[in-house]
Structure formats: C-alpha cells, structure tokens
C-alpha cells in the first residue's frame, strides 16, 4: 500500500496474478512507487526488508 496514493501495488509475480482480483496495480520501473537510492545514483531503494517481513509473516 502506498500511503501517499492509497493504491494498493503487486510488488512480485504471484502477487500481480493474484492482485488482480482485487485491484492491486502493477510496479513497472517509472512508478512514483519506487524511491532513489542516494547512496547508489540511478538505483532504487529495496525493498528487500519488507519482502522479508512478509516472508517471515508468512511462516507463522
């Protein structure tokens, strides 16, 4: 969920499969979603800490 927006984004492939039934948008590259990585000029910022979470929610 983007706070700004209130849009709800697929962030992997399963999730844009499933995300369609309920509205969920997919990421490409250019989406105001993705936030540069100061320390890495051209890059964006991971997102491999909330993945994660979510992976770790997962198993519980």
């Known amino acids: ?13 399963l999730a844009r499969i499933k995300g369609k039934t309920f509205g969920a948008l997919p990421l490409d590259n250019n989406n105001p979603f993705w936030l540069d990585n100061d320390a890495a000029p051209g890059l964006k910022k991971s997102l491999g800490d909330v993945t994660k979470a979510a992976f770790d929610l997962c198993d519980k």
């Not at 969920?1 to 492939?13: E, I, Q």
């Open 1 to 13: 969920m983007n706070f700004d927006d209130n849009k709800l984004y697929a962030l992997t492939g």
